[in-house]
């Protein structure tokens, strides 16, 4: 089992900037991609960023492309989620997850490749 860890959120004005973290216990991290999805207030979930085991090969939403950035460190178990110029569109809780099938260290867009998930950070964008 993974037990996840989200920290970080908060209020935001838009333009500035926030870093949310995903502390990760209890497998052995380094060995399976990670991701991050939201929930908006009304909607469904939906797909931020993903990141693999290694590092090396990322995705994202059209939507955050070239304002977020996912990056992870392994030796200290934790996944990242840097949001630069935010926008009133971007408040949600943000989740952040850990795939433990399939494809399991390559990043995924699907919700459903995920196993294990964390309780969510609230994330408030003022404009």
């Known amino acids: 089992q993974v037990q996840l860890v989200e920290s970080g959120g908060g209020l935001v004005q838009a333009g500035g900037s926030l870093r949310l973290s995903c502390a990760a216990s209890?497998?052995?991290?380094?060995?399976?991609?990670t991701g991050w999805f939201r929930q908006a207030p009304g909607k469904e979930r939906e797909f931020v960023a993903a990141l693999s085991r290694s590092g090396s090969n990322t995705a994202y939403a059209d939507s955050v492309k070239g304002r977020f950035t996912i990056s992870r460190d392994n030796a200290n178990n934790t996944v990242y989620l840097q949001m630069n110029s935010p926008k009133a569109e971007d408040t949600a809780v943000y989740y952040c997850a850990v795939r433990g099938s399939g494809s399991y260290y390559q990043p995924s867009m699907r919700s459903m490749d995920y196993d294990h998930w964390g309780q969510g950070t609230q994330v408030t964008v003022s404009s």
């Open positions: 209890g497998r052995t991290f380094s060995n399976y991609a």
